[in-house]
């Protein structure tokens, strides 16, 4: 609601029709449907659904590797942790494979096994999270 090209003559113009304006609003206490509390609630508890890029499925069947349903549900448990922290690329260690995770896009970039864990270094990272 903007007042700038209105001319009022006295503070009480301006007071009603504000609460004219005001008077569709939520009482006090009352929440509003959708709240920026309750978006952001909704959007954190929602589990995201992960995926896997083209090179990070080919590296997971070169190093035969297959991730279990329960070790995908603490993958996406592991996302959600980093986007509460605010991490954008995370390492993920879910019992011996690594993976590289972007984390805004819910995607899987890089798979790395127990034994190939050993000489890697792992960059362009601002993250990890064990799961």
């Known amino acids: 609601m903007a007042i700038n090209n209105i001319n009022f003559s006295s503070i009480e113009q301006i007071q009603a029709l504000l609460q004219k304006n005001c008077s569709t609003l939520p009482k006090t206490g009352a929440k509003a449907a ?24 080919e590296r997971l069947a070169s190093r035969n590797i297959e991730l279990s349903e329960e070790q995908i549900i603490r993958l996406e448990d592991g996302i959600i942790k980093a986007k509460s922290k605010g991490v954008k690329e995370s390492l993920m ?39």
């Open 93 to 131: 260690l879910i019992d011996n494979v690594a993976l590289v995770v972007n984390i805004p896009n819910n995607t899987v970039i890089t798979a790395v096994g127990k034994e190939d864990t050993l000489h890697n270094v792992f960059t362009n990272i601002d993250g990890a999270v064990i799961v």
């Open 34 to 57: 959708n709240s920026f509390s309750d978006i952001l609630t909704k959007q954190l508890n929602t589990s995201p659904e992960v995926k896997f890029s083209k090179h990070a499925n």
